[in-house]
């Protein structure tokens, strides 16, 4: 992303931090653990490994396929962009529900305990955005698709790309549901609902955060778009909030949420 780009989501990300916190959406839901797992994670995050991951995955691959630099130069930018999205979204859906079906012991649970830590928060806000763990964004196939896509000479669309997912996630990461009365009107609930089965809303993330009543761990994976949700069985209209946000039991101690691989099996209630 070029600097108003960037401004342009940081303006978005303070502007809707201060409206939640007047509206008392952060009041009395933070604990300990969650001021230091956030903290660390929002620093470390957002000024390292997310900014460069995929500038470094460019780099990775002009060593491990050298020949290939700016090889789709040429293709218009209105037919790279939109291959871009279809692309990254939907090895995103696979990915990311392989992370959530490797809970239990296997091969890939280190997928999951690197996930969880953007799922062990109590709630859903834009605070929670920037809980990642810090291997995550080199992890993720959207930085290496998007790394792909600067390699191969496609810079303008991947940082379109990510100009468009980096807002998408402030809306639907937010703790306003502005989608619930949209959804439930008489008019327009039938034309939002059939959007919902191409666009991922607030509410369909929001049941992708929460478990018991309308919460749906294991659904929604798309984070953008739900129509990969919709062809292989994991969507999840709701029709209000989860009964709860996070995971049951209790979390990972901090150390492991923000440095798993170094820190493991240590829990935390604090």
């Not at 080199?138 to 991947?158: D, E, N, R």
């Not at 502005?178 to 509410?203: M, N, T």
């Not at 761990?217 to 946000?245: E, M």
Request: proline fraction near 6%; aromatic fraction near 16%.
């Amino acid at each position: 992303m070029d600097r108003t780009q960037i401004g342009i989501v940081l303006g978005a990300f303070l502007a809707l931090l201060i409206v939640e916190i007047i509206a008392g959406r952060h009041k009395g839901i933070y604990k300990k653990n969650d001021y230091i797992v956030n903290g660390l994670c929002s620093t470390i995050v957002a000024a390292t490994t997310q900014p460069f991951a995929s500038i470094v995955i460019s780099i990775i691959l002009a060593f491990v396929i050298p020949g290939y630099v700016g090889l789709l130069s040429d293709i218009s930018f209105w037919i790279a962009f939109p291959a871009l999205i279809l692309c990254a979204d939907f090895v995103f859906y696979w990915f990311h529900r392989l992370s959530h079906q490797s809970v239990k012991p296997g091969p890939f649970q280190w997928l999951w305990k690197l996930h969880r830590t953007h799922h062990s928060g109590s709630y859903v806000n834009v605070i929670l955005l920037y809980r990642t763990h810090p291997i995550w964004p080199f992890v993720t196939p959207m930085s290496w698709i998007f790394g792909l896509g600067i390699y191969l000479g496609q810079a303008p669309a991947v940082a379109s790309a990510l100009f468009l997912y980096s807002l998408w996630n402030l809306v639907t990461h937010s703790n306003f549901r502005w989608d619930d009365k949209i959804r439930q009107h008489r008019a327009l609930g039938p034309i939002f609902y059939a959007l919902e089965h191409v666009l991922v809303s607030p509410g369909i993330h929001h049941t992708h955060h929460g478990y018991g009543r309308d919460g749906a761990p294991y659904r929604n994976f798309g984070l953008l778009l739900s129509v990969y949700d919709w062809v292989f069985g994991t969507l999840h209209i709701p029709r209000g909030r989860p009964h709860r946000y996070g995971l049951p039991g209790s979390n990972a101690h901090w150390t492991e949420e923000v440095f798993y691989p170094l820190f493991r099996n240590t829990s935390s209630d604090a």
